[in-house]
């Protein structure tokens, strides 16, 4: 079976928090007609040549998508069931805010398909939430995952750490709570700083935005034993889970299987026999939305990916799992063995300094490698074979 993905990118919040750098966009007015014609229309589009593919996993993300009508969503769930065979078991995720939540709009998602739910908690401590940006109290986020858990059989939430002056008594203590409302999955992100975000703005000031790396890689080992004891151990470099939990979306990316990404700054990966194209719709929502309109989608390029780019995805992407990077999918993916992809050389250090294990069928990051992912993999990479 070759499976895919189905991502629809509602690009709208109420306010945007200053670590993100997704494609998000604050507007005081959003025409939720206009806006569900226009997805439904690039659905139909990004549907055409897709005959015989199962449909597998279908994610709203965003922005925030717990913003749409359930009318949207349902009508978008819907018409996807119609356009795709789908799995029997497919996994239906959309992202929500504590600050939108409210019982009878996530009973109305329920009610439209969807059958997970991921959660932006960030932070169970008011006054990291406030730091984070964020329009919910640590009080909201207990309650939005209370009515999660009346609805939806299975749900995540997400949690921020490695924050200015954390503390590992602090962190351990958050954790814990947490685990008391989680249902087989969390993500745990340590805080970055990227680029054109205001916290990149206030670190260039001088301010201290995040813990330095010793502390850093401590937080990150506590919280993998944490984990571990837990019953959900981690499957990809910030996602841990019970066996069977796994978002499955994810996995695609992660594994570089396809996806369609259909909304204003959307990527998709899409294979055509031999060939594997990148796909991005037009970033700026009015942008998207005037060109669907006019010609049925937002598709502002479609791009060819040779088989030396399919191999730096693949590794990006692949080495950020626990199980590591299936060798075989190199052979499928680029036609070049092991030792064509990567240099012996780069594979022996990795090997030697007990970052990378290396199988008959995977390339494994060890804990000290998923410490040093980046590292890792740019020697890999950037070393000629």
């Not at 659905?43 to 040549?49: I, S, V």
């Not at 059958?115 to 986020?141: C, E, M, P, T, Y």
Request: charge should be negative; hydrophobic fraction near 40%.
């Amino acid at each position: 079976m070759n499976p895919l993905g189905l991502y629809i990118h509602w690009p709208f919040c109420l306010s945007k928090c200053p670590y993100c750098d997704f494609n998000s966009h604050v507007r005081q007015r959003i025409d939720q007609k206009r806006w569900k014609v226009a997805l439904l229309r690039e659905l139909e589009h990004a549907a055409q040549n897709q005959e015989g593919r199962t449909l597998v996993s279908i994610f709203f993300g965003g922005g925030t998508p717990s913003l749409m009508e359930p009318e949207t969503v349902k009508a978008l769930l819907e018409r996807a069931t119609s356009l795709f065979h789908c799995a029997e078991n497919i996994e239906i995720t959309l992202e929500a805010n504590p600050s939108t939540v409210d019982a009878a709009r996530f009973k109305s998602f329920f009610e439209a398909g969807i059958n997970r739910l991921s959660v932006g908690i960030q932070s169970l401590d008011d006054k990291a939430l406030s730091f984070l940006g964020r329009r919910h109290s640590a009080k909201d986020a207990l309650r939005a995952l209370d009515i999660a858990s009346t609805y939806f059989p299975r749900f995540s939430f997400d949690l921020i750490y490695a924050r200015p002056q954390q503390t590992p008594e602090s962190w351990e203590k958050e954790l814990l709570e947490a685990l008391n409302y989680a249902k087989g999955h969390l993500s745990l992100y340590q805080l970055t700083i990227e680029p054109q975000t205001a916290f990149a703005t206030r670190l260039a000031r001088g301010e201290a935005m995040v813990l330095e790396d010793d502390p850093a890689a401590f937080l990150y080992e506590m919280t993998e034993a944490l984990m571990h004891s837990a019953g959900l151990p981690p499957y990809e470099i910030s996602n841990y889970a019970e066996p069977t939990q796994e978002c499955l979306h994810n996995l695609l990316y992660w594994n570089f299987r396809d996806y369609i990404g259909i909304g204003p700054g959307a990527h998709g990966r899409i294979s055509s026999g031999e060939e594997k194209w990148a796909t991005s719709r037009y970033k700026a929502p009015e942008t998207w939305l005037e060109a669907v309109e006019t010609q049925g989608h937002g598709l502002e390029y479609s791009q060819l990916l040779s088989p030396l780019e399919r191999l730096h995805e693949l590794t990006l992407m692949g080495l950020r799992m626990t199980k590591g990077l299936e060798i075989k999918r190199i052979l499928e993916e680029t036609g070049l063995d092991i030792h064509q992809a990567y240099a012996y050389q780069a594979l022996e250090l990795l090997k030697k300094e007990n970052l990378l294990q290396i199988t008959d069928t995977h390339l494994i990051p060890t804990f000290e490698g998923r410490l040093r992912l980046n590292g890792l993999i740019s020697l890999l990479l950037n070393t000629p074979p």
